[in-house]
């Protein structure tokens, strides 16, 4: 924590880790195409880094790597229906 003038401490937040299209193909095991359309089809929302590049965070992974039971029913990014 860092104290500010008026000697009170500030807390840092801690940045967000972002993963790219390869690592998310490495961590969930799917084709790096598939994890394109998820995102284009707004099931996950991953920022866009410098050169346009897709940055996913651990929050956009969750719905991809729940069983599939689950994820034919749910969709947390556009709630809607997503078919595996």
Same mark, same amino acid.
């Given at each position: 924590m860092e104290a500010d003038q008026g000697g009170e401490q500030e807390a840092k937040v801690p940045e967000m880790e972002h993963f790219t299209t390869r690592d998310v193909t490495r961590i969930l095991d799917l084709p790096?195409?598939?994890v394109r359309r998820y995102a284009r089809a707004d099931f996950m929302a991953p920022e866009r880094g410098p050169h346009n590049e897709y940055r996913f965070t651990f929050h956009d992974l969750g719905p991809i790597s729940w069983p599939p039971s689950v994820a034919r029913t749910t969709s #947390?990014?556009?709630?809607? #229906?997503i078919w595996f």
């Open positions: 790096a195409d598939k #947390t990014a556009s709630h809607s #229906t």
